[in-house]
């Protein structure tokens, strides 16, 4: 069988396979990100697609903190028992869940809230100049990720996902062309990378020993930015806490126009993951069945996720299944046979 098929553990995580639904901006909760029956809807047809590990969109560790109006949150306890039911939704079908928590920054984009940076530079010369953390509110934001992590835990997520990346908060204190503080939370790499030091304690301090990932921009794409490069610094740090996987992707931190091909930010997932010795995933116009096949044959990356491409398939897996001549278990109803269930494995 081939590896994207197969099953595939990490720290304890069984899935019965290396495809996961990259986390993506839904905008459809209900108000103060509440799930709705949508999210069953959506995030269910995915899980009954075979989809070994689904992430719903980020969720926001502060109502303050959402990217956009409808964005889902865990900024509050009353959140869980939604989550709850979504999570185990999707265990029903079979998938594994994961919860990418975070904070859009400089980038929420929601009426009447105060944008907030490591430093007040704007994201374009256009936008709302946001207003530089302090240090009081820096420790309380390292708070709200960790109770962020705890209801994660209580709804029954599998993976915590940290997310670092594509111009919000964290990924803003990370880059040195949004981060020009000049205290403990900027200036040389170690003291940009303070916050998430700071953030990847706290949540392991409820969140423990189980699957900790954490999505990167690992290159801002513009010079005197971060690069992949940089991120064998980081990433060496993130494993020392910890981290069992580093999500790549990229961009975000400057409005530019970024050229893009099938497996473009494959080349940081194989440099992480071979340099550092540590699981890394793949992310970004990967297409097809045997485009993932190569990436994970080559010993690029050790998972897949899958954005835009199961967004228009929701059975993506099956898709990527055919592509590669595999046999996959598929639920009894969409058979040649209707509601006869098999000994057999049938073809995709």
Known sequence: MSLLLSPFELNGLKLRNRVVMSPMCMHMAADDGFVTPWHHVHYGARAQG?????????????????IGEGDLGIWSDDHVAGLKGLVDLLHSFGAKAGAQIGHAGRNADLPGVERVAP???????????????DV?????????????ARRAL?????????H????????????????????????????????????????????????????????????????????????????EQGVDLIDCSSGG???????????????????LRKELDIATSAVGLIQN???????????????IF??????????????????????????????RYGAVWLDAKVPA
């Not at 075979?50 to 959402?66: M, Y």
């Not at 009081?136 to 962020?148: C, N, S, T, Y």
């Not at 029954?156 to 940290?162: N, T």
């Not at 801002?220 to 990433?235: K, M, Q, R």
């Open 136 to 148: 009081e509110e820096i420790a309380a934001l390292v708070k709200a990720f960790g109770q962020g």
């Open 164 to 239: 670092t990346a594509h111009g919000y908060l964290l990924n803003e204190f990370l880059s040195p062309l949004a981060n020009t503080r000049t205290d403990a939370y900027g200036g040389d790499a170690e003291r940009r990378y303070r916050i998430v030091r700071e953030i990847i304690d706290e949540v392991k301090q409820v969140w423990g020993d189980r699957p900790l990932f954490v999505r990167i921009s690992s290159t801002d794409y513009v010079e005197g930015g971060n690069t992949p490069e940089s991120f064998l610094e980081y990433g060496r740090w993130m494993k």
């Open 306 to 335: 899958v954005g835009r491409q199961m967004l228009r398939d929701p059975f993506w897996v099956r898709s990527a299944a055919d592509d590669l001549k595999e046999y996959i278990e598929i639920p009894k109803a969409y058979t």
């Open 50 to 66: 075979q989809a070994g590990l689904i992430f719903p969109e980020t969720l926001a560790v502060a109502k303050d903190a959402r």
């Open 253 to 271: 931190i400057k409005m530019i126009k970024v050229h893009t091909y099938p497996n473009y930010q494959v080349p940081a997932s194989e440099l």
């Open 289 to 303: 069945g045997r485009q993932a096949e190569e990436i994970l044959q080559n010993g690029r990356a050790d998972l």
């Open 154 to 162: 209580e709804a029954g997520f599998d993976v915590l996902e940290l």
């Open 119 to 133: 430093s007040a530079i704007p994201f374009t010369e256009q936008s709302p100049v946001p207003r530089a953390l």
